[in-house]
């Protein structure tokens, strides 16, 4: 199954309390993938939560389509954005050339392992050639859940690498940084941007 329903759930019941958030965005990541696209471009956000990263791509002049797994965030980022924004789980994704860009912020770190490069390949599928897609995970050796009961793929670098060539992405760089997250402990982040 490519999501983890324990998962999905946590972000339905919290969905009020990450639309309520009302933290100053590190913007560095996002600046560099949308320096990657032409002006205007046509972005497909995954998981887009309560719709912050959308909301900054939508003033910048991008034709952004904010997407998340679960209605409940997808209503709140709806109601902070004022545009429609569609329930989309990962694995329902299928199109094929539609976008110039993809953003898929720490949300792709859901994705059971298994499931992981078929996922890759339907992003790489829905973007056009020379398309940028970035994604961010946590992490670590082996798959496991959090204190929140949600599920992580905790990849190592190496692990993505063959993942996203497995599933034909052949352009990527990958950067490691420490952060911390939703539970505020110290985290490894791994930063992927991939060129299709």
């Given at each position: 199954?490519?999501?983890?329903?324990?998962?999905?759930?946590?972000y339905?019941?919290?969905?009020?309390?990450?639309?309520?958030?009302?933290?100053?965005?590190?913007?560095?990541?996002?600046?560099?993938?949308?320096?990657?696209?032409?002006?205007?471009?046509?972005?497909?956000?995954?998981?887009?939560?309560?719709?912050?990263?959308?909301?900054?791509?939508?003033?910048?002049?991008?034709?952004?389509?904010?997407?998340?797994?679960?209605?409940?965030?997808?209503?709140a980022?709806?109601?902070?954005?004022?545009i429609?924004?569609?329930?989309l789980?990962?694995?329902?994704?299928?199109?094929?050339?539609?976008?110039?860009?993809?953003?898929?912020?720490?949300?792709?770190?859901?994705?059971?392992?298994?499931?992981?490069?078929?996922?890759l390949?339907?992003?790489?599928?829905?973007?056009?050639?020379?398309?940028?897609?970035?994604?961010?995970?946590?992490?670590?050796?082996?798959?496991?859940?959090?204190?929140?009961?949600?599920?992580?793929?905790?990849?190592s670098?190496?692990?993505?690498?063959?993942?996203?060539?497995?599933?034909?992405?052949?352009?990527?760089?990958?950067?490691?940084?420490?952060?911390?997250g939703?539970?505020?402990?110290?985290?490894?982040?791994?930063?992927?941007?991939?060129?299709?």
């Amino acid at each position: 199954m490519p999501q983890d329903d324990r998962t999905l759930s946590f972000y339905e019941q919290q969905a009020p309390a990450y639309a309520s958030r009302n933290e100053n965005a590190d913007s560095r990541h996002l600046d560099a993938f949308l320096a990657l696209l032409p002006p205007g471009a046509v972005i497909l956000e995954l998981g887009c939560g309560a719709g912050r990263d959308s909301e900054i791509m939508l003033s910048r002049g991008y034709a952004v389509r904010p997407t998340d797994g679960t209605p409940e965030m997808a209503e709140a980022a709806e109601r902070r954005l004022g545009i429609p924004v569609e329930t989309l789980l990962f694995a329902e994704l299928d199109e094929t050339g539609t976008c110039d860009g993809i953003w898929a912020n720490a949300c792709l770190l859901h994705v059971p392992r298994a499931s992981l490069p078929g996922i890759l390949a339907r992003i790489h599928a829905a973007l056009k050639k020379d398309g940028a897609f970035y994604a961010s995970f946590k992490a670590g050796d082996k798959e496991g859940r959090d204190q929140f009961d949600r599920y992580y793929n905790y990849p190592s670098e190496r692990s993505l690498r063959e993942w996203y060539a497995a599933s034909g992405w052949a352009d990527l760089a990958i950067t490691t940084e420490l952060g911390s997250g939703y539970d505020r402990k110290p985290t490894q982040w791994l930063h992927v941007t991939a060129i299709k």
